[in-house]
């Protein structure tokens, strides 16, 4: 199977996948947060945007967006149309000017799989980051893959497309692996990913050693205190004066 073939799978795969995502209300919690630290600016800069859907719909209240993506197939989606977007690696940002408000949705921060990365990732941001801008980012954490892998460990098939997902979490490790065996007529192909779940404090100390610091931690998509012990943390961060 050519590689555009596989690559068109996957974006099937992954469209079936997020279908009961409600990109509205996720993109209505991000301009919350927003709103909450009137920021003043509304140059916004997403990080790992993918299919550009969260961006979009962005775009539909009024802001500037920059979505970008280590990905140039993903950048090349058909829901990426009419959005700006550049294809780079978030930990070594391509920009000199600066955005008020950036952000990376997905727990994409989670495929950061070194320390060394998140370092780079923040001092990044904060080289772009406005004054009194901020950068909020969501996590998912050790109780989200223990919690979880009954549910994706799962099979289906719709249209031409057959697939088999199997998830496993190395605890020793705490890398948590989504292996996806692709099925389409004769041809079967392989997906990898692997997800970093950071203890909850890591993220703390590596941003102290950054230009940002942690203005608020929140249990993702409400404003109540995140903690160890959450899913899924929503961080907001802010640069050091």
């Known amino acids: 199977m050519k590689k555009i073939e596989q690559y068109e799978a996957v974006s099937k795969l992954y469209s079936r996948l997020m279908a009961d995502v409600n990109y509205e209300s996720w993109a209505e919690y991000l301009l919350a947060i927003y709103e909450d630290f009137e920021c003043t600016g509304n140059r916004f800069l997403e990080l790992a945007g993918g299919n550009c859907i969260l961006a979009g719909e962005l775009v539909k209240s009024g802001y500037d967006v920059i979505t970008s993506d280590l990905s140039l197939p993903m950048l090349g989606s058909k829901e990426c ?46 080289r772009v980051l406005s004054a009194d801008g901020i950068f909020t980012f969501d996590v998912s954490l050790e109780n989200n893959s223990l919690n979880n892998l009954e549910h994706l460990n799962r099979e289906d098939k ?13 605890e020793d490790e705490r890398i948590h692996v989504n292996e996806f065996e692709i099925s389409i007529g004769e041809e079967i192909f392989k997906e990898v990913h692997k ?9 703390f100390e590596i941003v102290e050693d950054s230009p940002l610091y942690v203005s608020e931690c929140f249990d993702a998509f409400t404003f109540e205190d995140g903690s160890p012990e959450s899913s899924r943390v929503q961080f907001v961060l802010k640069r050091k004066v």
């Open 81 to 126: 149309v009419g959005i700006r977007r550049v294809c780079c690696n978030m930990t070594k940002l391509p920009f000199s000017s600066k955005f008020d408000f950036i952000f990376s949705a997905f727990d994409s921060v989670n495929y950061l799989l070194a320390e060394s990365d998140l370092r780079g990732l923040f001092n990044e941001v904060g």
């Open 195 to 203: 997800q970093k779940i950071y203890p909850f404090e890591t993220y």
């Open 158 to 170: 719709f249209e031409d497309l057959k697939y088999k997902q199997t998830s496993v979490y190395l």
